[in-house]
């Protein structure tokens, strides 16, 4: 055996509350530029650019192709989970979440300076897809690795609460990228929209890149990672040089975490955020549609609740991370997820009501309750139940797979029952059923409040 799969003992890796400050600011900043760049896109995918790239076909057809090249982030995303997330598990955190912030910025970016197809023809929707294929394979691995890095620096009793600012992040894109486009649409007419406005956006988003770029460049690898027992020269032993190690020490750490079956972490981590995605699908993204289209209400109604819940949101997050120290993971799942199904037919009766009231309020308490309070125990939780050693790529193929299976076939299923029973109740039995994949995948998992996360093997 070589001496460099001697794995020579580790001491603690120091890091001062500066460092851990840097730390939870990137990760924030990093999430936030995801969501927002998403959601700039996807609104310009729905207003302008039908228009723009593909103004040669119906104005119905051009909004489907437009869509579509929407879609096909979420394809990337996936590819950027598997080949990031085997990145940052072998050469660190760091390191790729540098990639990744700067694959998603520049792209962003270059968006706002693209010839249209009136320009360059055919040309300009190729270049669209490219770019939009570029930003997704970067995202891919954006919110597990910012997770990831955000829980390993975490001191132990206040990890939830900061891993909760992820998912501040969210809103905090996804507001953002509104509000500009909300000023767009309010100041500039349809033309002036369609020749240059919007680029803006876009444009902006570059002041944001070279700040994330500038600050993830000087921050710290993880102390976790720097720990590991298989991490020799800032790069994880290879599966024969862990071998290796374990025919000469059979009792050693090293061995342990070879010898280790995978699966079943990785399968309740997949229940955990199959649930979550799944009520954020109905309520974030059905409930809209449905409450504008079948119910007839203005539509402003709905996306204000969603605006007003994200905002509450700011202090939900928080306060549910916060719990999920003091009381352990696994209770507060169980409250929020037991809340969500014996609030889902009340909550559908105060949409339907016709009190436009009642349906804000409704909205706003769903989804702080069944999505962003979900989600703020769900990112400690999730990366707790994984070893060191295929962390970050277990927690971004979970976080990918389920959210992607649970948004992508949510809203289809919602509409189809609706629309054979010509009734509400479906989307409350969804989100009862929804809610209940949760529950059962927290009662299956052990309590990780604590867990030591150098450990190579996972929770269970």
Same mark, same amino acid.
Do not use: H
């Given at each position: 055996?070589? #001496? #460099? ?5 580790? /001491? ?8 851990? %400050? ?6 924030? $900043? ?23 790239? !593909? ?21 990337? =995303?996936?590819?950027?989970? &598997?080949?990031?997330? =085997?990145? /940052?598990? =072998? ?19 270059? &968006? ?9 023809? &055919?040309?300009?929707?190729i270049l669209l897809v490219a770019l939009r294929l570029i930003q997704g394979f970067g995202a891919g691995a954006e919110i597990a690795g910012a997770t990831t890095m955000l829980v390993e620096y975490a001191p132990t009793p206040r990890r939830g609460l900061v891993a909760s600012l ?36 876009? $444009? ?20 976790? !990672? ?40 990785? $399968? ?30 203005? =539509? ?22 916060? $719990? ?30 016709? #009190? #436009? ?50 948004? %992508? ?37 052990p309590e990780t409040r604590g867990r030591d996360l150098v450990r190579l093997e996972d929770a269970l």
């Amino acid at each position: 055996m070589t #001496n #460099n799969a001697e794995a020579p003992p580790k /001491g603690v890796a120091e890091r001062t509350t500066r460092d851990l %400050a840097k730390a939870a600011v990137s990760g924030w $900043l990093g999430t936030a530029m995801e969501f927002m760049d998403f959601q700039l896109y996807s609104l310009a995918a729905a207003i302008v650019f039908n228009k723009i790239f !593909f103004p040669d076909v119906s104005p119905a057809i051009g909004l489907i192709a437009a869509m579509a090249t929407y879609g096909v982030g979420y394809v990337a =995303r996936l590819a950027g989970a &598997i080949v990031f997330g =085997r990145m /940052g598990d =072998r050469i660190g955190r760091k390191k790729v979440l540098f990639i990744t912030i700067t694959m998603m910025g520049a792209s962003t970016t270059l &968006i706002g300076v693209l010839p249209t197809y009136e320009a360059i023809g &055919i040309f300009a929707p190729i270049l669209l897809v490219a770019l939009r294929l570029i930003q997704g394979f970067g995202a891919g691995a954006e919110i597990a690795g910012a997770t990831t890095m955000l829980v390993e620096y975490a001191p132990t009793p206040r990890r939830g609460l900061v891993a909760s600012l992820v998912c501040l992040g969210t809103n905090s894109g996804t507001l953002a990228a509104s509000a500009l486009w909300a000023l767009l649409l309010g100041v500039l007419s349809d033309e002036q929209l369609v020749s240059w406005g919007w680029r803006l956006p876009f $444009l902006l988003s570059f002041v944001l890149m070279i700040f994330a770029v500038w600050l993830r460049r000087n921050l710290k690898e993880s102390p976790v !990672f720097e720990e590991r027992p298989d991490i020799v020269d800032g790069v994880a032993l290879s599966r024969d040089e862990l071998e290796a190690v374990a025919q000469e020490n059979p009792e050693s750490v090293l061995e342990a975490g070879l010898r280790e079956r995978k699966g079943k972490a990785f $399968l309740v981590a997949l229940g955990l955020r199959f649930g979550q995605a799944g009520n954020s699908g109905l309520v974030q993204t059905f409930l809209v549609g449905y409450i504008a289209t079948t119910l007839m209400v203005d =539509r402003s109604i709905a996306t204000d609740a969603i605006v007003y819940g994200s905002l509450l949101g700011f202090a939900t997050i928080p306060v549910v991370g916060w $719990l999920g120290d003091r009381f352990g993971r696994r209770p507060i799942y169980f409250a929020l997820t037991a809340l969500t199904m014996v609030f889902a037919f009340p909550m559908l009766l105060m949409v339907t009501s016709g #009190n #436009n009231a009642g349906l804000l309020l409704a909205m706003v308490i769903g989804l702080n309750i069944g999505v962003l309070g979900l989600f703020a125990l769900e990112s400690v939780t999730m990366a707790e139940l994984f070893g060191s050693r295929t962390r970050f790529t277990q927690l971004a193929l979970a976080k990918e797979i389920g959210g992607i299976a649970a948004t %992508a076939v949510g809203p289809l299923l919602a509409a189809t029952f609706t629309a054979m029973t010509g009734s509400w109740w479906p989307i409350a039995a969804m989100l009862i059923v929804y809610s209940l994949i949760t529950l059962v995948s927290a009662a299956l998992a052990p309590e990780t409040r604590g867990r030591d996360l150098v450990r190579l093997e996972d929770a269970l």
